[in-house]
């Protein structure tokens, strides 16, 4: 499977929670398969869903699901540390390893390489870390949500995108809905 075949299959479980995505093809992926005002699409910061949905998740009790790619989570190893260092409850990492930067053109990334994302997450002290491939990933990530651990799922699974047009809602649009669907 691919990164929008994935998202496909676990959108009705993303659904009822608060979501950010990651930049570019993942989000526009999620926006086509599931718009709603509980996704926070990231719209030019590699590397940071991770740390905006962790800061979210510590700042409310609603379960917060942050979907981030190989290559972004590379772009900011010290979110792990952190996650781990500060863990809540309601809070989950999924990191979609396709061992490629796939929004810029599939260029290997190292976690295609020699680099275990598990392992890091690990090593940096995350107490429940999960890797799963993609077609076993639904039931896995129904559990993490509804366990009261916070828990990093790496999600291996192949390198492709589909094509589709980019995401046209204004970012203020984006902010401004999403933080409505964080108070409600």
Do not use: W
Not at 28 to 57: C, K, P, V, W
Not at 86 to 100: C, E, H, P, R
Not at 103 to 112: H, L, M, N, R, V
Not at 136 to 155: F, K, Y
Request: proline share 5%.
């Amino acid at each position: 499977m691919i990164r929008s075949e994935i998202l496909r299959e676990i959108a009705p479980i993303l659904n009822p929670h608060l979501v950010v995505c990651n930049i570019g093809l993942p989000s526009q992926e999620l926006h086509m398969i599931d718009d709603n005002a509980r996704n926070f699409y990231m719209l030019g910061t590699m590397g940071l869903s991770s740390s905006i949905g962790f800061g979210l998740a510590l700042a409310q009790d609603k379960p917060v699901i942050s979907i981030d790619g190989d290559g972004s989570v590379l772009t900011n190893l010290g979110t792990l540390p952190t996650i781990a260092n500060n863990a809540t409850g309601n809070y989950t990492l999924l990191i979609i390893d396709n061992g490629s930067y796939g929004s810029t053109g599939d260029q290997p990334t190292y976690a295609g390489m020699k680099t275990n994302l598990t392992d890091v997450a690990r090593a940096c002290g995350c107490d429940t870390v999960i890797e799963v491939q993609d077609k076993d990933l639904g039931p896995v990530l129904q559990s993490a949500i509804d366990s009261d651990e916070m828990t990093i799922i790496v999600c291996k699974c192949d390198s492709g995108n589909i094509k589709l047009p980019v995401i046209t809602l204004d970012p203020v649009v984006i902010r401004h809905r999403f933080m409505e669907a964080v108070k409600s």
